[in-house]
């Protein structure tokens, strides 16, 4: 879509609406004792994750701390620290009801962060990979590229796993986004299917700018 009026106002009010399912989500990973069995996507989905999370460690090394943008109430906070091994966490949401769940249920990994009052904020730590998943598929095209550029600019590794076709059932909902991800973070060095609407995207900045210490 190309209109730019879907806000954060509204996305907040999508999420008061679907809170109960996401600390559901949430709240099942916590009292799992497998990492993969709590991601919010089916089995096979989970599995490509899995493979391309292991692929990026074994050509560019096990990240040790991660950014987590739009991370609602921590559903892959398992998968970060139980699965990989991460030893440094941290997710990020405009979300406050989001924000307030997940440190409830996880401890206190998480913050709001609200890219309209971004950098009035303390500047983030850098990070050795950034993180969204099904993010920017719900913000327009500028929001989309404000928050590109500041996972670009937070760690040289940005993981996307966002929408590259509309479902049919999607092509009358509003909060619904299309992008090129090339064009908003640069240089791809996988992109692999999660299902038959979504794909993994892996991006490689060496040259980043980070924006704290």
């Given at each position: ?23 559901a989500r949430a709240e099942k990973a916590a009292a799992h004792p497998f990492a993969m069995a709590t991601l919010p996507m089916p089995l096979g989905g989970a599995q490509n994750l899995l493979e391309a ?79 969204c998943h099904g993010v920017l598929m719900h913000l327009p095209a500028a929001a989309a590229q404000t928050t590109a550029t500041l996972m670009r600019l937070t760690a040289p590794l940005q993981m996307v ?53």
């Amino acid at each position: 879509m190309s209109t730019d009026k879907w806000t954060a106002d509204e996305t907040a009010v999508h999420f008061q609406g679907r809170a109960p399912e996401y600390i559901a989500r949430a709240e099942k990973a916590a009292a799992h004792p497998f990492a993969m069995a709590t991601l919010p996507m089916p089995l096979g989905g989970a599995q490509n994750l899995l493979e391309a999370a292991w692929w990026l460690i074994e050509k560019k090394g096990r990240p040790q701390r991660v950014l987590d943008f739009g991370c609602g109430c921590g559903q892959f906070f398992k998968f970060f620290t139980t699965g990989l091994g991460i030893t440094s966490y941290r997710g990020l949401d405009a979300s406050e009801p989001a924000i307030a769940a997940a440190n409830k249920i996880w401890g206190e990994y998480f913050r709001v962060m609200d890219l309209r009052m971004y950098p009035a904020r303390a500047p983030l730590k850098k990070a050795d990979l950034a993180f969204c998943h099904g993010v920017l598929m719900h913000l327009p095209a500028a929001a989309a590229q404000t928050t590109a550029t500041l996972m670009r600019l937070t760690a040289p590794l940005q993981m996307v796993i966002e929408m590259t076709r509309p479902r049919p059932e999607d092509n009358l909902a509003p909060h619904i986004f299309i992008h090129d991800y090339t064009k908003l973070f640069g240089t791809m060095i996988l992109k692999s299917p999660l299902n038959e609407y979504k794909d993994i995207f892996i991006f490689e900045n060496p040259k980043r700018q980070v924006t704290g210490d």
